[in-house]
Nanobody
Framework: QVQLVESGGGLVQPGGSMRLSCEVS????????MGWYRQAPGNEREFIGS???????TYADSVKGRFTISRDNVKNMIFLQMDSLKPEDTAIYYC????????????????WGQGTLVTVSS
């Protein structure tokens, strides 16, 4: 019922910036919380942050002050602006809808996109 497609990854130099997008196949106004995660090679998937319906955000300490999450409830998209990138930010980045009951969709299992690879290297 809900599908997520991430885009915007690629190669960036340390200290650079990159903006990731996540397009949602459906209305996100009824999805009160959406998140971004990442998974580096050999590591478990890591929570980066989340954005609520009207824009309030939370962030992991590892990205606080460098990453900014936003959403556009008209375009049904969420975004991850990444600044001051470091080599340790290299990972596959995923957007996420948590499992739960949603008025428009009923019960949803956790939903993940296919991910987009970000490589921070000189």
């Amino acid at each position: 019922q809900v599908q997520l497609v991430e885009s915007g990854g690629g190669l960036v130099q340390p200290g650079g910036s990159m903006r990731l997008s996540c397009e949602v196949s459906g209305n996100i106004i009824s999805i009160n919380l959406m998140g971004w995660y990442r998974q580096a090679p050999g590591n478990e998937r890591e929570f980066i942050g989340s954005v609520a319906t009207y824009g309030s955000t939370t962030y992991a300490d590892s990205v606080k002050g460098r990453f900014t999450i936003s959403r556009d409830n008209v375009k049904n998209m969420i975004f991850l602006q990444m600044d001051s990138l470091k080599p340790e930010d290299t990972a596959i980045y995923y957007c996420n809808v948590p499992q739960g009951w949603y008025s428009e969709y009923g019960y949803l299992d956790e939903v993940w996109g296919q991910g987009t690879l970000v490589t921070v290297s000189s």
